[in-house]
């Protein structure tokens, strides 16, 4: 995928925005290794290995060792052998937000202040407040965003949002290189795309989140549509009008995010956002009923009416929308 970007030239990201994918196919990570080689997780931190043997300081602005408040964070969400076997760790933290990875401070920095902008305007949406800071990692290469996420395929991701544990995590590959040779840091309005798109996942998803009945149109659809509130991203080439099935949205096929998040727009522009929320939110409770069953029950109307109608008016719909960062297509 080859991307325009009218204001900011940097390569950001020929990553597709599948990469905003939250990691709900790898429960591996919380049961596995965290689990059983961590039998402090969500008590005592103090069961733990030495938190601050595992962690380098190889800039003045760190402190030596990672303070209690990242490690009891980390062991939040379970990941807190993972991070800490990482060398050259370090971490930034704000009022709501704790950042660490094997990165520079500069990229921490980065990282932070795009959240701290982003968490506010996405609880602001969902009416949802975390009530534990939100963890990000970064990755400074693959090996560690793998390492971070259980995933063997991250090399197209530029967001991953893990909701595992107590508290989910959110792993930024602030390393990795996309084929036109930019990260996803480089580009400033693209990144808050993804930040409010993972921070939107990460506020939303249930605890162990991984039930395969709720589409990934949805998942990803609100994810977009929180996130295209603030920086809208969309392609040049129209995609087809048909709500993208799931393989669709995990491949990005013709677009399946886009697609997927203008359907929620839809649903939100026609019901309400109130409305469109209740509806997300009802589908995310495991004994939730069908699809279309919650769709009419939220919105009062009927679910397969609906998408046709969005279909009929898709043109019309990806003709007035004007994306603040758009890409061509393949
Ligand atoms: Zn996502």
Redesign the pocket.
Known sequence: MNRRTGAVALAAAAMSLSA???AITLPAIPTASVATSAPSAGSTPAASPTPSAAATTTDGSMRQGLPDEVVDRLTLSRVFLEVAGVQGLHYRLSPRVVAVGNTTDTVLTTLVETANDSIPRIESLTGEHAKDKYLILAAANDSTAQKWTGDSNVADADGI?MPYGKAAWIVIPTGHRFSDGGRVIDDDDYFRHVMD??VF?ADTLPVGFDDPSVPEWM??GY?EWAANQEVSTGPEKEPPARLPSDTEVVNDTDDGYFRAGMFVQYVADRFGTSKALAYYRAMLVATHGSIAEEFHRATGADFTTTVAAWQHQFHEQFESFDPDWQWVSD
């Open positions: 905003c994918g939250a949002t798109h993972e996942h998942v990803e994810a």
